[in-house]
């Protein structure tokens, strides 16, 4: 059996957003952000371009438009984003 090489496997921790290691941007809770919120996804920081149906997990699908020049569109599940402190 052919063994892969474990160094490049994504680890879960780089999966999913946490308010605790990115100060100044919030857990979403039960809002929706909406388009043209601000937001931090694992892709980056980026804006809310659509909402989307929904997730797995109940919450709705977002399209967004990160801030590196070229970015194609990302998307995430709202409740793995973050939103800008208000």
Known sequence: ???GNS???IRDDDLFVSADKHPGWVANGDHTP???DEV???GGEG???AVLGKTSDGSR???IRLSTEG???FFAAASNVLVAAA
Do not use: F, N
């Open 7 to 9: 160094t490049k496997r």
């Open 34 to 36: 909406k388009v043209g």
């Open 61 to 63: 699908l977002l399209e």
């Open 71 to 73: 970015a194609r569109p």
């Open 47 to 49: 804006v809310v371009a």
């Open 40 to 42: 931090y996804c694992t």
């Open 1 to 3: 059996m052919a063994m």
